[in-house]
């Protein structure tokens, strides 16, 4: 199961002010969350993007720690954290989460 964290605000990144991007998604590529399964969730978002035509309407990037190990693998989506995301969770999160 994942858990649901709201990012404060000090913490939002730059892409938040941009206008045209609807959504927006970070990822922790950090060694701790890359080896517990962001390997996997990268592709999978990659993928995702693709396929729902979201290429270019979204910003997507990658951080090196978020400070957050011990609960990881962590990304945030929409301004949300999510911790311990295992990689069959997270089409399910995607769909949920993004602006389509
Ligand atoms: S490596 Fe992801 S929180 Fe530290």
Redesign the pocket.
Known sequence: MFRVHKIRHQQKTKFEKMDNQKNEIVI???????TRG?RKNLETIKRFLKENGLKGKCAFTGK??????G????LEINGEKFTKVKPEELKGILQFKMKI
Do not use: A, D, K, T
């Open positions: 922790c590529l950090g060694s701790s969350c890359y962001n090196l720690c978020s400070e957050n190990c609960n990881g693998p962590v």
